[in-house]
């Protein structure tokens, strides 16, 4: 398939095009429902029913009336007078630590055992319950390589050309799908 889209193909998208910019609304609405809220959010009130829709005006808010002014504020209430100051308490009477207790007498130093008889034989130590794993060492990877891919083909893509066939199959449906009669 070459680049440019033969004659007759043109000619069909031109006036599929035509078609569906020329066709009238397919449906119009049996009921209707409108709402709005009053100017700075005031007033909301909303309609809904049978018949052609109209937009219509809301009903502009009473007049307010002046709020009134705020009472004057009653004088404020002299300080209270200062507390007096209580009494200080008087000083706490420490008694002295009592003297530290006099260390126990030296006790001689043990005996040693004689040099001629030899130590106890130490106990041996158990296995360890699981060996230690090896070490990590270092490898050495192998320098980056870009994938060798064939180059594509030219000409139109699977992807535009799954669009070419699709996109209007699905604009004849909805086109001329069946519509109920009201």
């Known amino acids: 398939m070459s680049v440019y889209v033969s004659l007759v193909a043109r000619a069909l998208a031109a006036t599929a095009l035509l078609w569906l910019l020329a066709a009238p609304t397919p449906a119009t609405a049996d009921s209707c429902a409108y709402a709005s809220i ?17 937009t219509p005006t809301p009903k502009p808010p009473p007049p307010s009336t002046p709020a009134p002014k705020p009472p004057t504020p009653a004088p404020e209430p002299p300080p209270p007078a200062p507390a007096p100051e209580p009494e200080p ?33 130490a106990a041996p130590t158990p296995p360890p319950a699981r060996p230690a ?50």
């Not at 100017?39 to 018949?51: L, R, T």
């Not at 891919?149 to 669009?163: C, H, I, Q, Y």
């Open 89 to 121: 308490e008087p000083p706490v009477r420490e008694d002295p630590p009592p003297p530290a207790p006099e260390p126990p007498a030296a006790t001689p130093p043990a005996p040693r055992p004689p040099a001629d008889e030899p130590p106890p034989p």
């Open 38 to 54: 009053g100017p700075g959010g005031s007033g909301a009130w909303a309609s809904a029913g049978p018949g052609v829709c109209r």
């Open 133 to 182: 794993p090896p070490r990590a060492t270092p490898v050495a990877l192998p320098a980056y390589r870009r994938a060798v891919r064939p180059r594509p083909e030219r000409g139109t893509s699977l992807v535009s050309m799954t669009l070419v066939i699709i996109a209007p199959a699905v604009l004849a449906s909805a086109i001329l799908r069946p519509r109920s009669s009201r």
